[in-house]
């Protein structure tokens, strides 16, 4: 990692450059943060030049065009061509280490995306945070880390974004300051531009696994028990309605992906999503992808206007990636009219805060309908709610499966199948817990047996 400045107190400690004045004029005013700069960034900042002009170079020099039709070797050898007669035309000889990693980075930027494609090639980093074009931070195994990874400047990292946004038919800037996209692998991408972020673009990949978790997977991880498991995996093969509830990065959509692995290969699923990213392992499957509105304002496809229209292209099931407004409505309404076997995500801490959030987002309608009808939809509509979180040491964790099992008065009803009990700390920062069952039986047994899923009556036995 790269410190951006020395502190005057550190500069006997520190390889420093001073700019600006020098001599006694420089002696009679006392020196600043940004009269010093290390010598390793005034190195870096040296190369990014250096790429920023063979960069220009080559893309005068390349038929932009054409460029994707060309087979991959042959590009390489026509960019070190460039590289070389530029070099030898400016003077400035490289060690071949660092000329043949210089070629790497501009066929990046022309064809990839810059100083991101060896992140994304990283397969131990499940997300990539650009805070600003000089420094970028990634998680792996469940932890923050910084990168020495940075953008030549501002314009450099907003010419990025748009090669991501505009490769869908998207767009960002003043007008519409922020856009969910996804790169042609599935990764899911955030941005965020000026004014509306104020330090610079911001932009947010959750990378996209190019294995899929399944649930022996998951299990085998620690993310919950083998006896758990079984039963998702009965709740998907009767078809049972299942919201999976949790925080940001507790792995609600990789849990999502596991469970659909269940649905037979002979139904017809249709998924709906902002920006696609489900990895359905069934050969029938339409996706369905919302669109933001065009420049002038209109055009917009929404998820409400997916699900509504879902419904008439004869779904066997509806999966919506994440709720989070009006289309909530609609989803509660495939459940309880025949559309049986949907599952979809939300963001909640809670399987009881989870509801909370459903009710809310169906008030997003503008209609007023009564709390207790609400709770009606929901409570006839979901059978169980998947409660997902990431702990303090990083390790994603099923916190809980709870099935809803009515209604009392105006309170939706659940209880516990299974819970994650924590029991401490190891040594190491390691959160200890158990996943373990309540003690209580679904009531949905009768169901899930007529629907031919043979569960151990065992597996519910309170453990001592």
Known sequence: MFRNFTRPSDVSQAKVVPLGATGQAARASAPSVADYVTTEERELVKRLELKSRLHDAVLDRLNLNVIEKVDAEDLRREVTALVSQVLSAENTPLPAAEFKSIVEELLHEVMGLGPLEPLLADPTINDILVNGYRNVYVERFGVLEKVPTRFRD???????????????????????????????????????????????????????????????????TGALSPKAAQLLKGLVQARMNVLISGGTGSGKTTMLNAMSSFIDERERIVTIEDAAELQMQQAHVVRLETRPPTPTGGGAVTQRDLVRNALRMRPDRIIVG?????????????????????????????????????????????????????????????HFVVQLSRLADGRRRVMSVSEITGMEGNVITMQDIFVYRKKGRSESGEVLGDFVPTGLRPRCADQLAAAGVDLDATAFIAER
């Open 154 to 220: 501002e314009r450099h990292l907003l010419r990025i974004i748009d090669k991501i946004v505009s490769r869908i038919g998207r767009r960002v800037d003043e007008s519409q300051p922020w856009v969910d996209a996804r790169l042609e692998d599935g990764s899911r991408v955030n941005a965020i531009i000026r004014p509306c972020s104020i330090d610079g673009p911001s932009m947010s990949i959750r990378k996209f696994a190019k294995k899929p978790y399944t649930m022996e997977r998951l299990v085998d």
């Open 322 to 382: 994440e709720v989070r407004g009006a289309e909530t409505f609609d989803m509660l309404q495939a459940m309880n009219t025949g559309h049986d076997g949907s599952m979809t995500t939300v963001h909640a801490n809670t399987a009881r805060d989870a509801l909370g959030r459903l009710e809310q987002m169906v008030t997003m309608m503008g209609v007023d309908f009564p709390l207790s009808a609400i709770r009606g939809q929901i409570a006839s509509g979901l």
